[in-house]
């Protein structure tokens, strides 16, 4: 019953922002590392940023400066904000959460978010 579930996609204009949101629910026992990926048509699905439990970001170089990755512990939420946003940064956008799961047994995972488009428009 464990799943992600993101929000806060949608169009926007170059230059604008977008916040995105990924709330993990189930019974989850712990989160490990969280993150965002992206895919855009025709492309590989690339790293943008990851959080560690501890809060130590990594972001890809296209992104630095523009977006910033947090988490929300007591939440099981991760978020995205992305300022400065450019139409290359056009994508659908997947959460990605390495977690200790209780299935029967403590089990640890990596689960996916449906993923949520977002567009920028020149």
Do not use: H
Not at 9 to 19: E, K, N
Not at 80 to 98: F, G, H, I
């Amino acid at each position: 019953q464990v799943q992600l579930v993101e929000s806060g996609g949608g169009l926007v204009q170059a230059g604008g922002s977008l916040r995105l949101s990924c709330a993990a629910s189930g019974t989850i026992l712990s989160i490990n590392t969280m993150g965002w990926y992206r895919q855009a048509p025709g492309k590989e699905r690339d790293l943008v940023a990851t959080i560690t439990s501890g809060g130590i970001t990594n972001y890809a170089d296209s992104v630095r400066g523009r977006f910033t990755i947090s988490r929300d512990n007591a939440k099981n939420t991760l978020y995205l904000q992305m300022n400065s946003l450019k139409p290359e940064d056009t994508a659908v956008y997947y959460c990605n959460a390495d977690l200790n799961v209780y299935s029967g047994w403590v089990r640890r995972r990596t689960y996916w978010g449906q993923g949520t488009q977002v567009t920028v428009s020149s």
